[in-house]
């Protein structure tokens, strides 16, 4: 019998594990949503990264509570004014991303995770866009911060694949 992947597992098996994951992931999002590096007209925010990441280590659910509820909660903290379009945005690009990673096969798990990261960067860039116009009115300021997103989505989703399976932590989510 092959050992079960994430995506076969009971809904029992969420566990102390699974919540004590996803509360880090969920906490590392709200410490890096909380700044950004500064770059010439604007903010890198590095929370997509941690959303990658999780997206591609847990199930749905643990992908959009570390994405959607996490990036909710940092901006909620720190600045409130897109804090729901932070939860829908960053939620669905997480779960998504999970989604796409976790009916994969075993093999094709990096594949499906550079699909996952990329569909899920368009939806980033395309929910903080259309949502920036919606909160302030304007198309022109949405267009004047898309190639922050574009360098935030592009970031979080190399970076996060990366730590994934070059850095080890998905041999370590394994393992557990």
């Known amino acids: 019998m092959s050992k079960p992947t994430i995506s076969q597992k009971p809904a029992s098996s969420r566990s102390v594990k699974w919540l004590a994951v996803t509360a880090m992931l969920m906490a590392m999002n709200i410490a890096l949503s909380s700044f950004g590096v500064p770059v010439p007209g604007g903010h890198l925010y590095l929370n997509d990264i941690v959303i990658c990441a999780a997206a591609i280590l847990l ?77 302030y009115s304007t198309v022109e300021y949405a267009i004047l911060k898309l190639p922050f997103q574009i360098l935030q989505a592009a970031v979080g989703a190399v970076v996060g694949t990366l730590l994934c399976f070059r850095g080890g932590l998905l041999r370590l989510w394994n393992k557990m």
């Open 59 to 135: 199930d749905p659910l643990g992908a959009f509570l570390v994405g959607g509820v996490g990036a909710f909660i940092g901006d909620f903290l720190f600045y409130p004014t897109p804090m729901f379009v932070s939860l829908v945005t960053h939620g669905l690009q997480a779960a998504v991303i999970s989604l796409i990673v976790h009916r994969a096969s075993p093999e094709k798990k990096f594949r499906a995770a550079v699909l996952g990261v990329t569909v899920g960067a368009v939806i980033m860039v395309v929910g903080y866009s259309l949502g920036r116009a919606f909160l």
